[in-house]
């Protein structure tokens, strides 16, 4: 495929959408067309599927359900925007992918990692980003940039021992993945994004 997919893992508040903005601004500046997007969610139906999942009031959710609606999201998201963007040569970026599955439905709800991959690799066709990038700060840190803004979703409500299962959960995929780098993001905008902009800088596509 012509294009590049560019994924950004981290905690809920480690600074995902705030890098990807610039992120795609850098691209923007270079002349690339850029198609932003998110999971779960992404198109149409994926939203509807993301207001399922995240909704506060869906306290019976059970955790096999969670993870199968976020592969059903993935799988329309994949099929219906990220392959025909590639395709037409864009550079696509997506906070989340597969890795927060493995890792918050994988590990954070104990449903297994080997289970999960293989659900997701039947959504997602097995397609691999050409960069991952993980934001790596303390998820206590990051919730509090967080919950104060908006008093957070049903996942952000998680208690702080989710949380910490979660972030445990990525530094133990990274084993698994070399591929995905890894960002201090405990720093401040900037000096994050200086990480970013070398890294990116030296993508071929
Ligand atoms: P995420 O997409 O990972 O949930 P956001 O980019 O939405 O994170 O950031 C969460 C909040 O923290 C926002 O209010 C954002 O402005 C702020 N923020 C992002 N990066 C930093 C940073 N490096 N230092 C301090 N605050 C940050
Ligand atoms: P969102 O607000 O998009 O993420 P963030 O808070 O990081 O900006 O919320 C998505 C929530 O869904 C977040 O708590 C992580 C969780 N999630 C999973 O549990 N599994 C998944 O596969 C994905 C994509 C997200």
Same mark, same amino acid.
């Given at each position: 495929m012509k294009g590049l997919f560019i994924v950004i893992e981290g905690p809920d508040g480690s600074g995902k959408s705030t890098m990807a903005k610039m992120i795609g601004d850098y691209f923007q500046s270079k002349g690339k067309e850029i198609e932003f997007t998110r999971e779960p969610g992404g198109t149409a139906i994926s939203e509807k599927i993301r207001e399922i999942i995240l909704d506060k009031n869906n306290i019976e959710m059970d955790y096999k359900t969670e993870a199968l609606l976020y592969a059903a999201a993935r799988a329309q998201h994949v099929n219906e925007k990220i392959i025909p963007? =590639?395709?037409?040569?864009? $550079?696509? $970026?997506?906070?989340? #992918?597969v890795y927060s599955s493995l890792v918050y439905q994988g590990i954070g709800r104990k449903l297994g990692i080997n289970e999960i991959k293989t659900i997701n690799? #039947?959504?997602?066709?097995? =397609?691999?980003?050409?960069?991952? =990038?993980? #934001?790596? $700060?303390?998820?206590?840190?990051? =919730?509090?940039r967080k919950l104060g803004i908006n008093g957070g979703d049903r996942l952000e409500n998680e208690n702080i021992s989710f949380h910490n299962l979660v972030y445990e959960g990525y530094r133990k995929i990274i084993e698994y993945y070399p591929n995905i780098i890894i960002i201090d993001a405990s720093r401040s905008i900037e000096e994050i994004f200086l990480d970013v902009k070398n890294i990116i800088e030296n993508v071929k596509f």
């Amino acid at each position: 495929m012509k294009g590049l997919f560019i994924v950004i893992e981290g905690p809920d508040g480690s600074g995902k959408s705030t890098m990807a903005k610039m992120i795609g601004d850098y691209f923007q500046s270079k002349g690339k067309e850029i198609e932003f997007t998110r999971e779960p969610g992404g198109t149409a139906i994926s939203e509807k599927i993301r207001e399922i999942i995240l909704d506060k009031n869906n306290i019976e959710m059970d955790y096999k359900t969670e993870a199968l609606l976020y592969a059903a999201a993935r799988a329309q998201h994949v099929n219906e925007k990220i392959i025909p963007c =590639l395709k037409s040569g864009k $550079i696509v $970026i997506s906070e989340r #992918f597969v890795y927060s599955s493995l890792v918050y439905q994988g590990i954070g709800r104990k449903l297994g990692i080997n289970e999960i991959k293989t659900i997701n690799d #039947f959504a997602t066709s097995g =397609l691999q980003p050409d960069l991952v =990038l993980f #934001f790596d $700060i303390n998820p206590k840190k990051a =919730l509090q940039r967080k919950l104060g803004i908006n008093g957070g979703d049903r996942l952000e409500n998680e208690n702080i021992s989710f949380h910490n299962l979660v972030y445990e959960g990525y530094r133990k995929i990274i084993e698994y993945y070399p591929n995905i780098i890894i960002i201090d993001a405990s720093r401040s905008i900037e000096e994050i994004f200086l990480d970013v902009k070398n890294i990116i800088e030296n993508v071929k596509f």
